[in-house]
């Protein structure tokens, strides 16, 4: 099992257990903000959230670590903005009266990451696995390292 105290939750490198990481400076006592999962949590049975890298109204996406292929992944949460509430649980709920607009957004946001899991386009990220849970959806991806 991942030793999530050995690994930075913001770059996905070894941290030899030091509190910041020595490879991008991240603070391993830093926590995700209001509405995010907490850093740590892992969802799918095998991706461990990492630091939060985006919040739009589509939703939140976040550094991730797929435990099984011991990579860094690249996480996408749908959590529309002003429709979507986090429990104390980590589940989603809908605002009352957003439950047709939440649930319409949340099929095409899975069916457009099927989607963009089976093409094969080089200009393209590869989403490798899509699935739902916590009365939400989430996108993996491949995580490629680039200047943010």
Do not use: W
């Not at 991240?26 to 850093?39: G, T």
């Not at 393209?124 to 009365?135: A, K, Q, R, S, Y």
């Amino acid at each position: 099992m991942l030793d999530t105290e050995r690994i930075c939750m913001n770059c996905m490198n070894e941290t030899s257990g030091e509190q910041v990481c020595p490879v991008c400076g991240f603070d391993s006592a830093s926590k995700n903000p209001k509405n995010c999962l907490p850093i740590k949590t892992v969802i799918g049975g095998r991706y461990v959230i990492g630091n939060a890298k985006a919040v739009n109204g589509e939703g939140i996406t976040y550094m991730g670590y797929d435990t099984v292929t011991e990579t860094a992944v690249t996480v996408k949460e749908y959590f529309p903005l002003g429709i979507a509430v986090r429990n104390t649980d980590n589940t989603v709920s809908i605002s009352a009266g957003k439950e047709y607009p939440f649930n319409e957004e949340l099929l095409e946001f899975i069916e457009i990451n099927k989607k963009l899991g089976e093409q094969n386009f080089p200009a393209l990220v590869p989403v490798l696995d899509v699935f739902e849970e916590n009365g939400t959806a989430f996108a993996v991806s491949q995580h490629f390292v680039s200047i943010t």
